[in-house]
């Protein structure tokens, strides 16, 4: 959720692809002294479990609607503007095509009523396609907030022990039964949405699937209970001193002074105070957030986590005392020793994972900027691409650098096929779509935006780190920044109306909007590729080669007796790579291509030379990239390897 200014590429003046194999555990001999000198040691015993994940980014309120009688209503949305007309949106409608209900709004598509739609989005959407996301791969899921809240996004929390009842079965009946509780757990009940969330966690944890959800600790809403009466009752309430009040009413004037502290500004995002000693939240909300931890990583108090969340994202983590999460931390562990913690940290997380006591972060530092700069704006060059991912990695132990979660793109961005489509060397983190700029290509993705995406996607499987799908990249979808990088999901049964709508009102050619076969398939294999790879999961890596000018890089994962060879051409020509100064001698076979047949790949290529001499180097076509294996006896035939 955070938006953050550019950051830089540290790391770019000494290339360690003139340096010994590194390896980012810091353990390979010769590694750069710099780099060992580095490494951050983990302050907390990582759990195995996240090393071996391929994760999935689900945004509830559009990833699946199944039950259609649940759906919000005109009393759900907070925003008075919402006339009476207002009903759920199409699933299958053209995103940028406004329901009558959005034009008595107003003309503006972005001011004008996008925000206020809804979907249908649920839990039983969710638990009806656990079989979809278990099919493509997918060991991990990580829900955007699932907790009651007015928006869509629900990043602004009305209570944090319950469920949206929106999400649930009954909204209505989960609203009466709700009514009335205070931060005591002693007045707290089940809602319908309670159950069928423990409901979703049996489900996953049947498939062997686990469930991550998001923490946002940091502020609430403002029809959060506690702010609701802080706000009516000011200095009376019990909760005065959860919030931070920025300027008392001045009884001898008409207006209303009374203001608070919200989220970088945003009043509708009220913060929590701090404790006097500012290493720690104020001890109501501290002792709030602790006992809605308990509730939902051990529902029904047995001491057995089975039957509970498996760890935690965070939300704005650096935002929160490093006191309180250390607290934190040792309830979360005290429940379940093997749930994960992940930081939301867009810059450089080491300090601040050791000090709070994370596991893991979002990976954008070590993984979603450096690929961002060098494969959409090209402001990286393939060495420095490297370089940088090789250097971060270093920088952590081990088991972190492997449970760190490597995304391309998320609901805080455009899409990655939509950044392919608006390269413009600006932030990873930016306001890049139609509602910000009157240039912004909202069309569907090309060929060669395709392309680049698959070479992302494989990265993400194979350097340091779990790999993360924004729900729907593997479907085909598309979209700039907020909101447009939340359209409902695509789904293979659903017929799509074609998007032909343009925000800004300009002319545009109509596009088809189905579910991408193809697509999906690929990004399947690459997720089976990887869980049948050990080495792609915990394998040390070894940076090979890059060429600047043809954009083409090479790397290793080493792990015992296997490596496997990573060879990426993001140019625009076929390319050759030699994997050492006199090139490969041993035949790599080709096991996985981002495009068209591996097998037409050649295992190895040489050159002979006048003088009797010969070089060796692979091949690889323009925007492709190919997985080899080191080549086995029984890969050799007796006319060679490519008989």
Same mark, same amino acid.
């Given at each position: 959720?955070?938006?953050?200014?550019?950051?830089?590429?540290?790391?770019?003046?000494?290339?360690?692809?003139?340096?010994?194999?590194?390896?980012? $555990?810091?353990?390979?001999?010769g590694?750069?002294?710099?780099?060992?000198?580095?490494?951050s040691?983990?302050?907390?015993?990582?759990?195995?479990?996240?090393?071996?994940?391929?994760?999935?980014?689900?945004?509830?309120?559009?990833?699946?609607?199944g039950?259609?009688?649940?759906?919000?209503?005109?009393?759900?949305i907070?925003?008075?503007?919402?006339?009476?007309?207002?009903?759920?949106?199409?699933?299958?409608?053209?995103?940028?095509?406004?329901? $009558?209900?959005?034009?008595?709004?107003?003309?503006?598509?972005?001011?004008?009523?996008?925000?206020?739609?809804?979907?249908?989005?649920?839990?039983?959407g969710?638990?009806?396609?656990?079989?979809?996301?278990?099919?493509?791969?997918?060991?991990?899921?990580?829900?955007?907030?699932?907790?009651?809240?007015?928006?869509?996004?629900?990043?602004?929390?009305?209570?944090?022990?319950?469920?949206?009842?929106?999400?649930?079965?009954?909204?209505?009946?989960?609203?009466?039964?709700?009514?009335?509780?205070?931060?005591?757990?002693?007045?707290?009940?089940?809602?319908?949405?309670?159950?069928?969330?423990?409901?979703?966690?049996?489900?996953?944890?049947?498939?062997?699937?686990?469930?991550?959800?998001?923490?946002?600790f940091?502020?609430?809403?403002?029809?959060?209970?506690?702010?609701?009466?802080?706000?009516?009752?000011?200095?009376?309430?019990?909760?005065s001193?959860?919030?931070?009040?920025?300027?008392?009413?001045?009884?001898?004037?008409?207006?209303?002074?009374?203001?608070?502290?919200?989220?970088?500004?945003?009043?509708?995002?009220?913060?929590?105070?701090d404790?006097?000693?500012?290493?720690?939240?104020?001890?109501?909300?501290?002792?709030?957030?602790?006992?809605?931890?308990?509730?939902?990583?051990d529902?029904?108090?047995?001491?057995?986590?089975?039957?509970?969340?498996?760890?935690?994202?965070?939300?704005?983590?650096?935002?929160?005392?490093?006191?309180?999460?250390?607290?934190?931390?040792?309830?979360?562990?005290?429940?379940?020793?093997?749930?994960?913690?992940?930081?939301?940290?867009?810059?450089?997380?080491?300090?601040?994972?050791?000090?709070?006591?994370?596991?893991?972060?979002?990976?954008?530092?070590?993984f979603?900027?450096?690929?961002?700069?060098?494969?959409?704006?090209?402001?990286?060059?393939?060495?420095?691409?490297?370089?940088?991912?090789?250097?971060?990695?270093?920088?952590?132990?081990?088991?972190?650098?492997?449970?760190?979660?490597?995304?391309?793109?998320?609901?805080?961005?455009?899409?990655?096929?939509?950044?392919?489509?608006?390269?413009?060397?600006?932030?990873?983190?930016?306001?890049?779509?139609?509602?910000?700029?009157?240039?912004?290509?909202?069309?569907?993705?090309?060929?060669r935006?395709?392309?680049?995406?698959?070479?992302?996607?494989l990265?993400?499987?194979?350097?340091?780190g779990?790999?993360?799908?924004?729900?729907?990249?593997?479907?085909?979808?598309?979209?700039?920044?907020?909101?447009?990088?939340?359209?409902p999901?695509?789904?293979?049964?659903?017929r799509?109306?074609?998007?032909a709508?343009?925000?800004?009102?300009?002319?545009?050619?109509?596009?088809?909007?189905?579910?991408?076969?193809?697509?999906?398939?690929?990004?399947?294999?690459?997720?089976?590729?990887?869980?049948?790879?050990?080495?792609?999961?915990?394998?040390?890596?070894?940076?090979?080669?890059?060429?600047?000018?043809?954009?083409?890089?090479?790397?290793?994962?080493?792990?015992?007796?296997?490596?496997?060879?990573?060879?990426?051409?993001?140019?625009?020509?076929?390319?050759?790579?030699?994997?050492?100064?006199?090139?490969?001698?041993?035949?790599?076979?080709?096991?996985l291509?981002?495009?068209?047949?591996?097998?037409?790949?050649?295992?190895?290529?040489?050159?002979?030379?006048?003088?009797?001499?010969?070089?060796?180097?692979?091949?690889?076509?323009?925007?492709?990239?190919?997985?080899?294996?080191?080549?086995?006896?029984?890969?050799?035939?007796?006319?060679?390897?490519?008989?």
């Amino acid at each position: 959720m955070t938006r953050r200014p550019r950051l830089s590429n540290e790391g770019r003046g000494r290339s360690l692809l003139r340096q010994p194999p590194v390896v980012w $555990a810091c353990l390979a001999a010769g590694a750069a002294a710099a780099l060992c000198a580095s490494w951050s040691a983990p302050t907390v015993a990582q759990p195995a479990w996240p090393a071996d994940a391929a994760w999935y980014q689900v945004f509830p309120e559009r990833f699946a609607n199944g039950d259609a009688a649940n759906d919000p209503t005109r009393e759900s949305i907070d925003d008075t503007r919402a006339p009476a007309t207002w009903e759920p949106s199409r699933w299958n409608a053209d995103w940028y095509a406004r329901a $009558a209900w959005e034009r008595d709004v107003g003309p503006d598509f972005y001011a004008d009523g996008v925000f206020m739609r809804r979907y249908g989005g649920d839990l039983q959407g969710l638990i009806d396609r656990l079989g979809y996301l278990h099919s493509l791969g997918i060991t991990a899921l990580y829900l955007n907030p699932v907790f009651h809240a007015p928006s869509l996004h629900k990043y602004d929390a009305a209570s944090m022990h319950h469920i949206d009842p929106y999400f649930g079965p009954a909204p209505a009946r989960d609203l009466a039964l709700m009514a009335g509780e205070t931060d005591d757990p002693a007045t707290w009940s089940w809602t319908s949405a309670d159950s069928l969330f423990l409901e979703l966690i049996s489900a996953a944890h049947e498939r062997r699937m686990r469930v991550v959800i998001d923490g946002v600790f940091n502020h609430t809403g403002t029809r959060f209970f506690a702010f609701e009466d802080f706000r009516r009752r000011r200095r009376d309430s019990p909760y005065s001193d959860w919030y931070i009040t920025t300027r008392e009413d001045d009884p001898a004037t008409p207006a209303d002074e009374f203001d608070w502290q919200g989220w970088w500004d945003h009043r509708g995002l009220p913060v929590f105070a701090d404790a006097p000693s500012g290493d720690d939240l104020a001890p109501g909300p501290k002792a709030y957030v602790l006992a809605i931890t308990r509730r939902w990583m051990d529902p029904d108090g047995d001491g057995d986590p089975a039957d509970g969340i498996d760890g935690w994202r965070l939300d704005v983590a650096e935002e929160v005392p490093a006191g309180f999460w250390r607290d934190w931390h040792t309830l979360v562990r005290s429940f379940n020793p093997e749930a994960l913690t992940v930081a939301e940290i867009w810059s450089d997380p080491r300090a601040f994972m050791d000090s709070a006591g994370f596991h893991s972060s979002i990976n954008y530092h070590g993984f979603a900027i450096p690929l961002h700069d060098f494969l959409v704006d090209g402001t990286m060059r393939a060495t420095a691409f490297l370089d940088s991912v090789a250097v971060r990695a270093a920088r952590h132990a081990p088991a972190r650098a492997a449970a760190m979660l490597n995304l391309a793109d998320s609901h805080d961005t455009d899409r990655l096929p939509s950044m392919l489509m608006n390269p413009d060397g600006a932030n990873y983190d930016r306001d890049n779509s139609a509602r910000h700029s009157g240039t912004y290509r909202v069309g569907a993705p090309d060929e060669r935006a395709r392309d680049l995406q698959r070479i992302a996607f494989l990265l993400q499987a194979t350097l340091p780190g779990a790999p993360m799908v924004y729900y729907g990249d593997e479907a085909g979808m598309w979209g700039g920044d907020d909101p447009d990088d939340r359209k409902p999901m695509l789904w293979s049964n659903i017929r799509y109306d074609d998007e032909a709508t343009d925000p800004r009102g300009h002319e545009r050619a109509p596009d088809a909007v189905s579910f991408d076969r193809g697509l999906h398939d690929y990004y399947r294999d690459v997720l089976s590729l990887r869980r049948r790879h050990a080495a792609l999961r915990r394998g040390t890596l070894r940076t090979i080669a890059a060429d600047d000018a043809a954009r083409t890089l090479a790397f290793a994962r080493d792990l015992g007796d296997e490596t496997l060879v990573v060879l990426v051409n993001a140019g625009e020509a076929d390319a050759s790579l030699a994997l050492s100064p006199a090139g490969a001698t041993v035949p790599l076979v080709p096991i996985l291509a981002t495009r068209g047949d591996a097998g037409a790949i050649p295992s190895l290529v040489a050159t002979f030379h006048d003088d009797g001499t010969a070089t060796y180097h692979n091949t690889v076509p323009a925007r492709t990239a190919v997985v080899f294996r080191r080549a086995r006896a029984e890969d050799v035939r007796p006319g060679g390897l490519e008989e």
